[in-house]
């Protein structure tokens, strides 16, 4: 049976099933169609034919709408923790704390190294004149003043108690003699104000020995404007300093 029969078959069966007369659309050359015909449509059934092939699969219907949300299950088991995750950036600095209690006072420290000397202050204004000494000492007065000027040593002769030096252009070393047999009294006295700039050196005798307030000697003076008072016994072997200034 080709096709074009299939298809006249097809459509008589569907006529018969419409109880419809399908001897008009059926084939005469199909023995089939007029034994349907004449027993009106209710022929024998005939053998069932071989299942045919299953068709394509239709288009996907549209998704249905979503269904109620179910009963939250049961929490399941903690989960390992996880590693550290990186540190977060350093925040501000908080603001500075109130300033503590004082502590207690610590001990004393050692005493420090001494500074150095200070320099020499400015020369004092004279005094008054005190009163007049006994007739063991010469009076102020009557003392002869005697220029030193620019020397390097001196030594007084007799008489000559008053020594001013005058002026320095280097160091100068006064001798002073024995004693012998009255009382010495010398005032040395700078006037020139070079004394510090140069050096003055009182001496006294070696042979025999002396010796200048218990000391070998020399006196020195070494600031400006300085003098110095000396005085012996008499037969002593000792001059003593009444005092020097400034």
């Not at 024998?44 to 939250?72: C, F, I, L, M, Q």
């Amino acid at each position: 049976m080709n096709s074009s029969e299939l298809i006249n078959l097809r459509n008589c069966l569907y006529q018969l099933n419409n109880n419809n007369s399908c001897c008009d659309s059926c084939d005469p050359v199909l023995s089939l169609c007029p034994t349907i015909c004449n027993n009106n449509g209710q022929g024998a059934t005939g053998n069932t034919g071989a299942t045919g092939n299953t068709g394509a699969d239709g288009v996907a219907g549209a998704v249905g709408n979503t269904g109620n949300t179910g009963a939250t299950g049961n929490t399941g088991a903690t989960g390992n923790t996880g590693a550290d995750g990186v540190a977060g950036a350093v925040g501000n600095t908080g603001n500075t704390g109130a300033i503590g209690n004082t502590g207690a006072t610590g001990n004393t420290g050692a005493d420090g190294v001494a500074g150095a000397v200070g320099n020499t202050g400015n020369t004092g204004a004279i005094g008054n004149t005190g009163a007049t000494g006994g007739s063991e000492f010469i009076l102020f007065n009557t003392l002869n003043r005697v220029p030193i000027n620019n020397q390097s040593t001196y030594t007084p002769s007799q008489g000559q108690y008053f020594l001013a030096i005058t002026s320095m252009d280097k160091n100068l070393t006064i001798n002073l003699p024995t004693t012998g047999t009255s009382n010495n009294f010398y005032i040395i006295a700078d006037e020139s104000g070079q004394v510090g700039t140069y050096q003055v050196n009182i001496t006294v005798p070696s042979s025999p020995t002396y010796t200048i307030s218990g000391q070998a000697g020399p006196l020195i003076l070494n600031a400006p404007y300085q003098n110095a008072w000396v005085y012996s016994v008499t037969g002593g072997t000792q001059y003593f300093v009444l005092f020097t200034r400034p």
